[in-house]
């Protein structure tokens, strides 16, 4: 069983940064895959960047490129999303989650684990 807690949410002015934290708890952490969704106000949840779990392979939404890092220390038992140059339509709660990598080409992962979220506000 692994329990993730998200943290490092809260208000921003567009252009900003804000590094998210998800702490996760279980000795076997180190051998999941990790990664970070959204869900905005009345839209799906989406993804929004993955990891293996070793850390090298990492894989991002299109609309994040370039401006997101997701990174993890194992060794903490933690990963990080670090988000620079945020938008408006960055706006969402910010959901970690813990699973396998099923295809590591395309990064398509089945993710069983979820974390309550922490709410990203970015103001224009």
């Known amino acids: 069983q692994v329990q993730l807690v998200e943290s490092g949410g809260g208000l921003v002015q567009a252009g900003g940064s804000l590094r998210l934290s998800c702490a996760a708890s279980?000795?076997?952490?180190?051998?999941?895959?990790a990664g970070w969704f959204r869900q905005a106000p009345g839209k799906e949840r989406e993804f929004v960047a993955g990891?293996?779990?070793?850390?090298?392979?990492?894989y991002y939404a299109d609309s994040v490129k370039g401006r997101f890092t997701i990174s993890r220390d194992n060794a903490k038992n933690t990963v990080y999303l670090q988000m620079n140059s945020l938008k408006p339509e960055d706006t969402a709660v910010y959901y970690c989650?813990?699973?396998?990598?099923?295809?590591?080409?395309?990064?398509?992962?089945?993710?069983?684990?979820w974390g309550q979220g922490t709410q990203v506000t970015v103001s224009s």
């Open positions: 989650a813990a699973g396998r990598i099923l295809e590591y080409g395309s990064g398509r992962a089945k993710y069983d684990y």
């Open positions: 279980g000795r076997t952490f180190s051998s999941y895959a």
């Open positions: 990891i293996s779990w070793s850390g090298g392979n990492t």
